[in-house]
T-cell receptor, first 117, second 113 residues
Framework: DGGITQSPKYLFRKEGQNVTLSCEQN?????MYWYRQDPGQGLRLIYY???????QKGDIAEGYSVSREKKESFPLTVTSAQKNPTAFYLC????????????????FGPGTRLTVL | AQSVTQPDIHITVSEGASLELRCNYS??????LFWYVQSPGQGLQLLLK??????LVQGIKGFEAEFKRSQSSFNLRKPSVHWSDAAEYFC???????????FGTGTRLKVLA
């Protein structure tokens, strides 16, 4: 079955630690995204990648880093510079077609809940 | 700037009653519009989308939405709500040529038995 997987489902981090959230897709989608979800704030874009070896900052990129070495994978690292990392993190992918067309929907993974102890 | 507004944070309806969730957008060109549903602790699932053509769009689980350009709205409707529809609903707009999507803050639906 095609889809997006995220791991782990729950993650606990001590203050000062970096942690990496995994996102893998087998949909053959070019574009991948990371969102942060906090209660009452909807989804806020952290980073997105249009193609392998390229990615762009979203609206709240500070304290986060990503890589896109393979089409299928888009891991997110939450660094110690992120002051309030406790949140629900969602990965998504889409097939953007020509030049970033966004008439195609995003497919979402099940999410990772990160808690800072 | 582009934006999406969902005016209702919480909505409570009785099972079997009709439902309408509001979504207003601010966007200069013809928008690409989406409704997603999220169960607690889960990812988002697409209910329906609009990008051209018929302004009344049918989706999964008996949902429909109507695009009204004059009102900059894309409201989601269901004629008879089931208890399993209790979830959070997000409206989104795709920003053409940018790879980016803008989401509303969501509406949490509670269904009374």
């Amino acid at each position: 079955d095609g889809g997006i997987t995220q791991s782990p489902k729950y993650l606990f981090r001590k203050e000062g630690q970096n942690v990496t959230l995994s996102c893998e897709q087998n949909l053959n989608h070019d574009a991948m995204y990371w969102y942060r979800q906090d209660p009452g704030q909807g989804l806020r874009l952290i980073y997105y990648s249009q193609i392998v070896n390229d990615f762009q900052k979203g609206d709240i990129a500070e304290g986060y880093s990503v890589s896109r070495e393979k089409k299928e994978s888009f891991p997110l690292t939450v660094t110690s510079a992120q002051k309030n990392p406790t949140a629900f993190y969602l990965c998504a992918s889409s097939f953007p077609g020509d030049s970033g067309a966004t008439y195609n929907e995003q497919f979402f993974g099940p999410g990772t809940r990160l808690t800072v102890l | 700037a582009q934006s999406v507004t969902q005016p209702d944070i919480h909505i409570t309806v009785s099972e079997g009653a009709s439902l309408e969730l509001r979504c207003n957008y601010s966007y200069g060109a013809t928008p690409y519009l989406f409704w997603y549903v999220q169960s607690p602790g889960q990812g988002l699932q697409l209910l329906l989308k609009y990008f051209s053509g018929d302004t009344l769009v049918q989706g999964i689980k008996g949902f429909e939405a109507e695009f009204k350009r004059s009102q900059s709205s894309f409201n989601l409707r269901k004629p008879s709500v089931h208890w399993s529809d209790a979830a959070e609903y997000f409206c989104a707009v795709g920003v053409s040529g940018t790879y980016k999507y803008i989401f509303g803050t969501g509406t949490r639906l509670k269904v009374l038995a």
